[in-house]
């Protein structure tokens, strides 16, 4: 017996696809045989396995169950709640790997699975290798067992115990939206626990997402939180994707407070504590972080944007805190390293604590950077890394100074543009910063005409 996957379903850093069209229950069983022979192979039988509030994801988790029971596994079912909560219960069971059903910020018709070893994020070579024991039939055989724990309620006081912002009559107003996502049901049983005030928004559980699509990097999708913020004079807002790996802010006057400008103002307590120490951010990110990091004494390090490439990095060079532009933050200082929105939430009130209190003032004080957000333009699955590669090479002919850790980085006198293939989607992937409006226009001409010479539209697509 042996099993396909469709071609598009095995991606770079989890499995992805259309529910009953490109991910079927069959194919969550297989992925269940597939990763229990991997965790049996190397020496394990725990597996915890969770799952996001879409409509798919019960029967998916089940099917996934089933699998992971026929290679031998025995599971711990931690049911309903955030990817983070998934990683967290790993760690808290010690368990040998960790199965996440979820189809994060993708459409509701979409599911998927994220997979990690107790040790390791599980990614690239190690998800394709899934596909090769499906193809083969090359799976381990026993009989598992099946239990349930329910670990929301150790998770929230874990994140509770985290806490270190202000009590009493100094605690914070902050407004919540948990977009229907996985988030709600944490964010309320944690902000009962929390000093201040908490206005919450969308906690109910919902995969149809009514109120506006979960996705915290899109500010459309913020405009619920601002208002909020705005009406009950909160100090700050935050928002989750529908997993809840990953945060978006806004200050006090409602300016949304980006990925790289979160990471920086985390990772200020963190570099007090720990001098010197590196800190992680991926190439989309702002000269302006990577500068800021420098400033307060710590080691920037400039990486390929991913959130299980960056988990890698932070283990290989022992890093404490690190995090992405998708809005992706890992903290290892007080944590397992690895990415949790909710957990970014309370930090995000430790950090505003320890810097004066308030996050309007932080946004005030940082540079004044101009730059697009982050643009998409349709490129085949094929055609995409080639694309890169042209472009790499006309750079080189010019002797132009680039970064290549992830796609083209080209640094200029008065700014930079990125081009990188997603590993996610049929796109490629850009966003330039510049000092001033004038500068980026010529910088985005730039990148433009680049994608001409490769034969690629400049019309952007959607998220």
Request: glycine share 12%.
């Amino acid at each position: 017996m042996s099993h396909i996957f469709h071609p598009t379903a095995l991606r770079e850093y989890d499995i992805r696809g259309i529910v009953g069209e490109s991910l079927t229950e069959a194919d969550a069983r297989a992925v269940g045989l597939s990763f229990g022979t991997v965790v049996r192979r190397g020496g394990g039988t725990l597996v915890a396995l969770g799952r996001d509030g879409r409509e798919s994801s019960p029967a998916l988790s089940a099917a996934v169950a089933q699998g992971l029971m026929a290679a031998g596994c025995d599971v711990v079912d931690v049911g309903l709640g955030p990817t983070p909560m998934l990683y967290f219960s790993v760690f808290e069971l010690g368990a040998d790997a960790g199965l996440m059903v979820t189809g994060s910020h993708n459409p509701p018709n979409w599911n998927g699975c994220k997979m990690m070893l107790k040790d390791r994020p599980f990614f690239g070579a190690d998800i394709r290798g899934l596909g090769a024991l499906a193809a083969a039939g090359d799976w381990e055989s026993g009989a598992g067992s099946s239990r349930t724990h329910y670990i929301m309620d150790i998770y929230v006081l874990a994140l509770a115990a985290d806490f270190r912002g202000k009590t009493g009559d100094g605690a914070f107003t902050i407004a919540w939206d948990c977009g229907n996502g996985v988030a709600g049901p944490v964010v309320e049983k944690l902000t009962r626990i929390l000093p201040g005030t908490h206005h919450l928004l969308f906690t109910e559980v919902d995969g149809t997402f009514p109120n506006h699509h979960p996705d915290p990097t899109v500010e459309a999708n913020l405009v619920d939180l601002k208002r909020v913020v705005a009406e009950k004079r909160c100090d700050f807002g935050v928002a989750f994707d529908g997993d809840a790996d990953r945060i978006g802010a806004v200050d006090g006057l409602g300016r949304v407070v980006w990925g790289d400008q979160l990471l920086a103002i985390l990772a200020e307590p963190v570099l007090a504590e720990l001098p010197g120490s590196t800190v992680i951010a991926d190439v989309k990110a702002s000269q302006a972080l990577f500068d800021r990091i420098t400033e307060l004494g710590g080691t920037p390090l400039m990486w390929k944007t991913g959130h299980s490439l960056i988990k890698a990095k932070m283990k290989e060079v022992g890093s404490p805190i690190a995090g992405e532009m998708s809005g992706h933050i890992f903290f290892k200082h007080r944590w397992h390293g690895v990415d949790d929105g909710i957990l970014g939430a309370v930090r995000l009130i430790e950090a505003v604590t320890a810097l004066g209190g308030s996050l309007t003032a932080l946004k005030d004080a940082m540079p004044a950077m101009v730059n697009t957000p982050e643009m998409r333009f349709q490129s085949s699955e094929d055609r995409k890394f080639e694309v890169v590669a042209e472009v790499l090479a006309r750079l080189g002919q010019e002797g132009a100074t680039v970064n290549e850790t992830d796609g083209a980085r080209v640094m200029r006198a008065d700014g930079w543009w990125l081009l990188r293939a997603s590993n996610t989607q049929d796109v490629l992937v850009a966003r330039a910063e510049a000092a001033d409006a004038a500068a980026l226009a010529r910088l985005e001409a730039e990148l433009r005409a680049q994608l001409a010479l490769s034969g690629v539209d400049g019309v952007t697509v959607g998220h």
